[in-house]
């Protein structure tokens, strides 16, 4: 044995450290782990499972729907006078416990017009006796209503009965089953549009950032540093600025007494003032300005790196400017490229605050609709499905970015 | 004991704090000022309670989801009518028990002192009548005075943009009306797919004027910067405009959309007592009779005593006549089926 190697015991002795040192930094770590799992990975299981697993009116109405899944759907009869008997016992079960409301929301979901009928049936229903519930609810019932005669309405029933339910993915996508169970468009067609019109908005933001950011970044990195530091203020002052105040100037510039439109008339250039605020192109214009540092600062770090004398030995070797920036200065640059678009592309896709402030009806994109759905129209399984497409969407994009780009070409700083 | 006694200090601040504090809710605004002063404050310095007063912009979302995790933040909210309905039966508020309300201060026994909507739900009391109308700018308008509801959508004779809020209601019932409905029927038409396209078509007309907006207090706010030459808006916010800012402001009362608000206890707070005496004190004649400060009519008749009558013609009560009443039973059928039918057109 030469003096040079390791004895036994202290090849042991360090693998033993090694390991003592990857559990210290595993432990460092796990507050953060941990946080992440409590803040971000249990939220989102919890939406994608609460987009198709939707047990509430399973829960409701169990018997009902017990003795409803021997009917026939797709036939033209009314379910047997015992299901509606059971129905009618649940209902004021329901309507007694407070909860009628719960299966009117859920089946008018189905079928629009039936919350009233179901709420207005409960009432009636709670003054009856159970006895004659059991002997004569189905004609109670039908006879309250003309519209419980309508099939379609126990069809919905049934549907909304199912607890595991592909039908909030269907509805991204704009389709629906029909009563034979076929998956067919929708009559109102609307999400798959706006994610289209998202992703467009996104992508014209990325290329706008990056053509703005380019250049800005390539003086910043190459001027004395003096001038860079103060012209870096002048990036991050907006950045460190509030994103609500910095939309809402936006809306003191684009309106139609705004800004620009004043400037304009004062001039003579305009005799009408241009519209601009609740547009598309206001939603564009404010979100570029909002996510231009997300671009700048990947860019300028990168830009930094390069060491200038590569740009100049290809000059000095014979090459016109730009040819040389091209071959030899922009491929370097393509890292910080690639992470600011990144970055911004993925930030501005489900961008929500600033198409809400400034964007108006067409400036509008598919994060608006998700919050519409939390906030107004309570339909939480059908933003969850929503929030889920948009996140396989950008993990997709990403995916489609590793294989022709490569995501270890990211450079952040 | 030394490090103990300051945390036992803390315990005990906050103790008292959580037993007598309750946290209110309602829209803001010039109504939310008028409600601190004449209902919260009031309330505070007699019973020694302290109020948090917090801002929503209505909806039942925010307390469905404090009522579904456990998590009650809020005890008493100020509820439209028109989310009133599915707020209870869905079993989100609690019931409030309408005979222990206190007789009006002229000795009337409440359950007639009160209008019969206002007590017409089981989870709430009625607090106010309020409407939804349009008001033009004297300064920007063109074309004349408009006076109806189809003059709204009249852009030829009033140029202009219209600032409409961004949600079915209201819009497709005006539509309607402008496109001559007879404002009985506005709801059944509107129930059927047909009367759906025309209201649609009809507002399609203006589609290009259409300014849209979230929040009633943008309303007064476009009206004012020139963003729009008549908006739609909750009548108190126009009232106020004009009253203590003085601005040229006229209000149309035409087939505007009234509605009530209501007090309502969130379901499984732990101070539905102390819930139930803030309502009992805030739908009391004395504190109602505070509301027509910003134009909106108290729902109990003995407030009106104390009503300076110069407001009166003012109020949305005044003009029933001209108005329809906003159906939540309509909404709440069609609410969400509308919406995305209206985000569709919207896209269009």
Redesign the interface.
């Known amino acids: 044995m030469d003096n040079n190697s390791l004895s036994v015991e202290e090849i042991l002795e360090s693998k033993r450290l090694l390991k003592r040192k990857k559990r210290m930094l595993l432990a460092f770590t796990m507050p953060l782990l941990i946080f992440v799992f409590i803040t971000f990975i249990s939220p989102i299981a919890t939406m994608l499972y609460r987009s198709v697993y939707h047990p509430t009116v399973s829960q409701l109405i169990p018997l009902s729907l017990a003795e409803l899944s021997t009917w026939d759907e797709a036939g033209d009869q009314l379910p047997n006078s015992q299901a509606l008997k059971q129905f009618a016992i649940e209902l004021q079960g329901l309507s007694k416990?407070?909860?009628?409301?719960?299966l009117?929301?859920e089946v008018?979901?189905l079928k629009?017009?039936?919350?009233?009928l179901i709420?207005s049936s409960a009432r009636k229903l709670k003054k009856k006796s159970l006895e004659e519930l059991q002997q004569s609810g189905d004609t109670l019932l039908l006879g309250y209503s003309k519209k419980w005669q309508d099939i379609n309405l126990w069809r919905a029933v049934k549907r909304s009965g199912q607890a595991f339910t592909d039908s909030y993915y269907l509805t991204t996508f704009d389709l629906k089953r029909n009563p034979a169970g076929e998956i067919e468009q929708r009559d109102?067609?609307?999400y798959l549009?706006?994610y289209w019109?998202s992703l467009k908005i996104a992508l014209i933001i990325t290329c706008l950032t990056a053509l703005l950011a380019y250049p800005l970044a390539y003086y910043l990195a190459n001027a004395p540093s003096k001038i860079a530091n103060r012209l870096m203020v002048l990036v991050l002052l907006p950045f460190w600025t509030s994103l609500l105040v910095r939309t809402t100037s936006w809306i003191a510039i684009l309106?139609?007494?705004g800004v620009v439109n004043s400037t304009l008339q004062a001039l003579g250039l305009i005799d009408e003032p241009f519209e601009m605020?609740?547009t598309q192109f206001a939603t564009i214009i404010a979100m570029t300005h909002i996510l231009l540092p997300f671009m700048i600062l990947p860019l300028y770090s990168v830009m930094k790196n390069i060491d200038p004398s590569y740009f100049r030995a290809a000059l000095s070797l014979g090459a016109r400017p730009v040819p040389a920036f091209i071959k030899i200065y922009l491929p370097m640059t393509i890292p910080g490229v690639s992470a600011g678009a990144l970055l911004v592309f993925i930030i501005s896709i489900g961008y929500y605050i600033t198409p809400?402030i400034v964007g108006?009806?067409e400036g509008?994109m598919i994060s608006n609709?998700i919050a519409?759905h939390?906030?107004?129209?309570?339909?939480w399984e059908l933003a969850a499905a929503l929030g889920s497409l948009l996140l396989a969407l950008i993990i997709a994009l990403y995916w489609v970015y590793d294989r022709f780009v490569g995501v270890n070409n990211i450079k952040l700083g | 004991m030394k490090r103990l006694l300051p945390v036992l200090a803390l315990a005990s601040v906050c103790s008292i704090a959580n037993a007598d504090q309750l946290t209110a809710v309602s829209f803001g605004g010039a109504y939310g000022a008028a409600q601190q002063k004449h209902m919260l404050d009031p309330f505070m310095k007699e019973t020694g309670h302290k109020i948090l007063f917090e801002n929503y912009s209505g909806?039942?979302?925010?307390i469905?989801a404090q009522v579904e995790s456990g998590n009650i933040l809020w005890d008493v909210i100020d509820v439209e009518v028109i989310d009133l309905e599915?707020a209870?039966?869905?079993?989100l508020l609690e019931?409030i028990d309408h005979d222990s309300l206190p007789p009006g201060d002229d000795g009337v026994p409440a359950a007639e002192d009160f209008s019969e909507a206002a007590l017409a739900n089981e989870c709430g009391v009625g607090n106010i009548v309020w409407t939804v109308l349009y008001a033009y700018n004297n300064d920007t308008i063109k074309g004349g005075q408009p006076s109806s509801i189809a003059d709204f959508f009249d852009t030829k004779t009033y140029p202009g943009?219209r600032a409409l809020r961004?949600?079915p209601q209201v819009n497709l019932e005006w539509a309607l009306i402008a496109d001559g409905v007879p404002k009985e029927q506005v709801y059944e038409v509107l129930?059927t797919d047909e009367g759906q396209a025309r209201a649609f078509a009809k507002l399609a007309t203006i589609a290009d004027d259409i300014?849209?907006f979230?929040s009633w207090s943008q309303a007064p706010q476009l009206l004012n910067?020139?963003?729009a030459v008549m908006v739609q808006s909750a009548n108190g916010r126009i009232f106020d405009a004009i009253q203590s800012e003085g601005k040229p402001f006229e209000m149309v009362w035409d087939a505007h959309l009234y509605d009530l608000d209501v007090w309502a206890i969130v379901k499984g707070t732990k101070k539905k007592d102390l819930a139930m005496e803030f309502i009992r004190f805030a739908t009391s004649s004395k504190p109602l009779s505070g509301m027509p400060e910003v134009a909106y009519g108290p729902t109990r008749n003995s407030s009106y005593a104390y009503v300076d009558k110069a407001v009166i013609p003012k109020l949305p009560s005044s003009h029933l006549d001209k108005g329809v009443k906003a159906s939540g039973?309509?909404w709440?059928?069609?609410?969400?089926?509308?919406?995305?039918?209206f985000?569709?057109w919207?896209?269009k």
């Open positions: 416990e407070r909860l009628s409301g719960k009117a929301e008018n979901r629009p017009g039936s919350s009233s709420k109102t067609q609307i549009k706006l019109k309106q139609t007494n605020l609740y809400a108006g009806t509008q609709i519409f939390m906030q107004s129209s309570n339909n | 909806g039942i979302a925010e469905k599915r209870c039966s869905e079993g019931v943009k961004k949600r129930e300014v849209w979230d910067d020139g963003g039973e309509f709440a059928d069609y609410g969400e089926s509308l919406g995305e039918k985000n569709e919207l896209l």
